[in-house]
């Protein structure tokens, strides 16, 4: 592909313009209508590239195909990205900068100069010395999570159908709404989708693959306490606002939460609290890479909330769990040869892979468990949900090179 001229980053600047942020209060799929304008424009540039099945659904989802051109019986490939953004900062107005040639030292965002992307903040830019880097201004994210990985399969795509002489299998492509709220593959078709593996491309730095997710579920804690007039409440009021804080403040706070927790560590977090006097509710997200040590996390979660409403001897505490998503290399092990290939693509595009867990989940945790074992490909996205988010175009065009890579490999070893 030395000659290739990519357009991941031409087509990455203009899709992150559009605002798809997702919206977790939303009961409707996609949860915003907005989704959709990225979903159109997609489905009217696959269909200009010559890929004629291109469409999209009522749901928001992208699916289409391009054509295998290949004797073999290989196997049919998902490549899958997702169009939302996160609701944790805003994506309205997103103004994407280029930097040519970084040569070190901070990037001044210059919309908020206060937002300064520096290398001691992010020591992988100074092994992207000499790259183009994009950043927003300032005042938004720039949405690399992961408009990042749909401009990469998108360029991937257009290089397959106008190089007829790489062969490959049949691809199959899928954009997802809602990821970043965990609904991303809640009404995906997976009859229609049609493929034996996949690939999410949602990650980070060139040349990293991740095989390995949290498993996660949600929390629910529902508090009904028992209500009087304050002026007349002495051994009456028991305030359900103050038994939620009581479980909150009775929290660890040296472990088992994300601000003091790496690597393989698990956490229990409150996302979010809501009350009045008589009622109050508590939401949870609990993560690990082990069914028994989730288990182990909402036991102490459950213990700590019966501690604290023994103490109010007429409030009750309704305490629920719910199940998200599960470590996808439980699934992945049984396929060696989905890990194998990509290493060797990356390989192949001239970087050294790898291999390392997510603090977090993808599309492909959940499609693991649907039936599309999926391990995550590097997108390049850098300060992810945060205005000091950026990309480096080369490490986007790397991607492109490693998606056509396994193409052709899946190809070769069929």
């Known amino acids: 592909m030395n000659s290739y001229q990519f357009t991941a980053a031409e087509r990455f600047m203009r899709y992150v313009q559009i605002d798809t942020q997702a919206d977790p209060g939303s009961e409707t799929t996609p949860s915003s209508e907005k989704q959709k304008n990225l979903s159109r424009l997609l489905v009217e540039e696959l269909l200009a590239m010559g890929i004629s099945d291109a469409e999209m659904d009522e749901y928001g989802y992208v699916y289409a195909t391009i054509p295998s051109n290949t004797d073999k019986n290989t196997p049919v490939l998902c490549f899958c990205s997702h169009v939302d953004t996160a609701p944790d900062c805003s994506g ?89 709220i965990g609904r991303g593959v809640d009404k995906v078709n997976m009859e229609k989708l049609g493929a034996d593996f996949g690939f999410t491309l949602d990650g980070g730095p060139r040349g990293h693959i991740e095989d390995e997710t949290f498993s996660a579920d949600a929390i629910s804690i529902r508090i009904q306490g028992v209500s009087a007039h304050p002026g007349y409440a002495k051994d009456k009021m028991e305030n359900a606002i103050k038994i939620a804080s009581e479980i909150v403040a009775a929290l660890p706070k040296d472990r088992l939460c994300p601000e003091k927790t790496e690597k393989k560590e698990g956490f229990v977090h409150p996302v979010s609290i809501n009350g009045s006097l008589e009622n109050a509710s508590l939401n949870f997200i609990v993560r690990d890479f082990t069914e028994e040590k989730l288990l182990a996390h909402e036991t102490e979660l459950q213990k700590i909330v019966e501690n604290v409403i023994r103490n109010y001897p007429h409030s009750t505490a309704d305490f629920k769990v719910t199940k998200q998503y599960r470590n996808m290399k439980v699934i992945l092990d049984k396929y060696p040869q989905i890990m194998a290939n990509a290493v060797e693509a990356i390989r ?67």
């Open 348 to 414: 192949r595009a001239g970087m050294e892979p790898k291999s390392e867990s997510i603090r977090g989940g993808t599309d492909g945790s959940r499609l693991s468990f649907m039936g599309l074992p999926c391990p995550n490909l590097f997108a390049g996205e850098m300060g992810i949900h945060s205005k000091k988010e950026w990309i480096s175009v080369q490490d986007m065009n790397k991607a492109v090179e490693t998606i056509v890579e396994i193409c052709k490999i899946f190809d070769e070893r069929s």
């Open 92 to 180: 309205t107005g997103v103004k994407p900068i280029l930097h040519s040639n970084y040569q070190g030292g901070n990037i001044v965002l210059p919309d908020d100069p206060a937002q300064v992307i520096s290398p001691e903040d992010f020591p992988y830019l100074l092994e992207r010395i000499g790259d183009d880097i994009i950043t927003a201004s300032g005042h938004t994210l720039l949405g690399s999570d992961d408009k990042a990985g749909v401009a990469e399969i998108m360029d991937a795509a257009h290089f397959l159908m106008t190089h007829p002489e790489v062969k490959h299998g049949k691809i199959r492509i899928l954009f997802t709404p809602d990821e970043e």
